[in-house]
């Protein structure tokens, strides 16, 4: 502890500043979500403790990196850290254990996409400074962002013809409950949920975190990593050991993990394995029907949760990383791909409307994406308008072959309304990622819980910007990415985004336009039609539902305390709901049995909305 503390005296604030607007960049590109989660992660640095000797103070010019105007607002948000350690917290647990709940069903955490940390393990003379080091999710990781762009890169980004790591590389999930109990030092994920479950008397024994590498596809995780079939194991182990079945608790794109694994484990273990051993699948914040983000990730690299943050981040962004770049990289992961979004127009609208649209709307979500007439700008390039339906192609016929035959082979992203179909559809991966093409397991006894946050903006749709046509070449000019960032083998180029989103247009309009996205609703990450809309009515059709599993759907009122970065208890964030004591609760309460004790709790419109999808 000591030697922590000279070490944390020693640099100086203004490396600690260059660090933390370095995570901030990160952050950004990572989207975590808004603008509150750069203070966050600003605020986490209080907590670190890496060595930091390795850091070569003279080779750098700080004062040309950063803006003046960050300097300051660092130094602003560092001088007041003391709270961001204080971070445990086992009142829920506390509070049900004298209400009498115990420790009773084995859990299995599922965490969302980019919170499990990534390791090196690739032993290469060079890279040996990494070796089991967290290239994700730690402060080696930014000191690899700053110092060895492009390693870093390299080591992250796949191979876009595999999808599994480039030659030479070796980048896996970090394992047991500190894969994802915080991302980084004093950011935490898990470790609430982890703190409260062990208050009504649970250990390590119990509770299982399935960490996984998050940016592989879904198929390939088996392929590579055995993912599920390590799954498959340890639930079987829960059985034999304490006679019981297990609770699978997700979070975000665990969702859509957990949702494939279920229909793995039903397609390669019987008809009966899944009743037999899940009790309940508790589905947080989950992603069922894909999000809008993902689609403009994909297409544009870029991730407008850097919307809401200052301009002079979006500045360090534009930086460090082009869009060109992001988008090559997130393109990689084709584990993301899985989040695109499900059942096209007949869930996300069209031009006549979406489900989710309000009343007194004067543009509608049903146009995912709008291009804006500019002057000058040719006549027929102004003024694109995509749905979803047409947004799907438009994205195939803008990205480099390799993903397009990614996506083909790995995920579909339609609906089907066939009970025979339907069931054909069980013995096709492709399609268990979406609860559109294929029906929950056939499970009569396993209870499903969707619980999820609303009341946040969350971006929906899109104004963009043809960048192809404003100006073919010099911004977009192919000299602009160092030959490491081409594809691995150099067997495609890069193909350049042809849009972006275009931040310039801020309309006084409903929906409410902010820097390029019109917002609508959800829990500031994933929107309420994917958050809610299988789970009030989607689940509610035999189709989808087959062995009329319950579903109970418990929204948190998203109503953060002022003085908590975090949102506190209240917190119905993406990620900070996980922090929450409604969530908590209900957590604790299946775990122990008593899910009985779970109740609907249904504040949001999505049950008018649901109702509008064309099912
Ligand atoms: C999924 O995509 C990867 C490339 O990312 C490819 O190697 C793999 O074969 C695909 N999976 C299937 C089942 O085709
Ligand atoms: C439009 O309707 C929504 C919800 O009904 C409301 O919150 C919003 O304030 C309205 N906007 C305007 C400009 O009237
Ligand atoms: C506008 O675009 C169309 C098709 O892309 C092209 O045929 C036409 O020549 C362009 N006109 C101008 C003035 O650039
Ligand atoms: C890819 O790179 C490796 C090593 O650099 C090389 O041996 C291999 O032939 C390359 N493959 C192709 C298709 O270019």
């Not at 001088?79 to 086992?90: A, I």
């Not at 208890?569 to 309460?589: K, Y």
Request: aromatic fraction near 8%; glycine fraction near 8%; proline fraction near 5%.
């Amino acid at each position: 502890m000591a030697r922590s503390e000279t070490q944390r005296s020693s640099p100086s604030w203004r490396l600690w500043g260059l660090l933390a607007a370095v995570i901030g960049v990160i952050a950004a590109v990572l989207a975590i979500h808004n603008q509150a989660m750069i203070a966050r992660t600003m605020m986490a640095l209080s907590a670190i403790d890496d060595p930091l000797e390795r850091f070569n103070l003279e080779q750098f010019k700080l004062e040309k990196l950063l803006p003046r105007e960050l300097q300051d607002h660092i130094d602003n948000l560092i001088t007041r850290t003391g709270k961001w350690t204080e971070t445990l917290d086992f009142q829920v647990g506390r509070q049900l254990a004298e209400d009498g709940a115990k420790a009773d069903m084995p859990v299995i955490l599922l965490p969302g996409v980019i919170t499990t940390g990534l390791e090196s393990w690739t032993t290469t003379d060079s890279e040996l400074v990494y070796f089991r080091r967290r290239l994700w999710g730690s402060m080696a990781m930014v000191r690899s962002a700053l110092f060895n762009r492009d390693e870093w890169v390299r080591h992250l980004m796949l191979d876009p013809v595999t999808g599994l790591d480039p030659e030479g590389i070796r980048v896996r999930a970090a394992k047991g409950l500190d894969a994802a109990s915080y991302f980084a030092a004093g950011y935490w994920v898990w470790s609430k949920i982890i703190e409260n479950l062990a208050a009504v008397g649970y250990d390590i024994n119990q509770i299982y975190l399935a960490g996984y590498d998050w940016r592989l596809s879904m198929s390939n995780l088996q392929v590579r990593d055995h993912f599920y079939s390590e799954l498959k194991s340890r639930i079987q182990l829960n059985k034999e050991i304490f006679g019981k079945k297990t609770v699978l608790i997700s979070h975000s794109m665990g969702g859509t993990v957990g949702f494939y694994f279920l229909k793995w484990a039903e397609h390669n273990l019987g008809a009966r394995w899944v009743d037999d051993h899940i009790d309940s699948f508790v589905n947080i914040a989950g992603t069922m029907l894909g999000l809008p983000k993902a689609m403009a990730a994909l297409m544009t690299g870029e991730m407008r949760d850097t919307v809401q943050v200052p301009s002079m981040l979006s500045y360090l962004l534009e930086r460090h990383f082009s869009s060109q770049e992001r988008a090559q990289l997130f393109r990689s992961w084709a584990g993301s791909a899985s989040m695109l979004l499900k059942g096209g127009n007949d869930v996300w609208g069209d031009e006549t409307g979406a489900p989710d649209d309000f009343d007194n709307a004067t543009s509608t979500h049903g146009v995912l994406m709008s291009y804006a007439d500019r002057p000058g700008l040719n006549a027929s390039e102004g003024g694109r308008r995509l749905t979803v339906d047409e947004a799907n192609p438009w994205l195939r016929m803008h990205t480099p072959k390799e993903f397009q035959e990614m996506l083909h082979t790995n995920y579909s992203h339609g609906i089907e309304r066939n009970p025979k179909q339907l069931k054909k559809n069980n013995a096709d991966p492709t399609k268990w990622v979406n609860p559109l093409e294929v029906p929950l397991p056939n499970a009569p006894n396993m209870k499903v819980y969707c619980v999820y946050g609303y009341n946040q903006p969350t971006e929906r749709s899109y104004w963009m910007r043809d960048m192809s046509s404003v100006n073919p070449q010099s911004q977009y000019d192919m000299a602009d990415i160092p030959a490491t960032w081409t594809s691995v083998n150099q067997t495609s180029p890069v193909v350049p985004p042809l849009s972006r989103i275009d931040a310039s247009v801020n309309r006084d309009e409903v929906p409410e336009v902010s820097a390029g996205c019109r917002l609508g609703e959800g829990d500031g990450t994933v929107s309420l039609l994917s958050l809610g809309a299988m789970c009030v009515e989607g689940w509610k059709l035999p189709r989808y539902n087959p062995a009329k599993i319950p579903i109970i759907t418990h929204e948190v009122h998203h109503d953060p305390e002022a003085f908590d970065l975090r949102g506190g208890t209240s917190s119905g964030d993406h990620i900070d709901i996980l922090g929450s004591h409604a969530l908590n609760r209900v957590v604790v309460n299946v775990a122990a049995g008593r899910g009985h004790l779970v109740e609907e709790n249904i504040l949001s419109p999505i049950k008018k909305y649901a109702a509008k999808i064309k099912w």
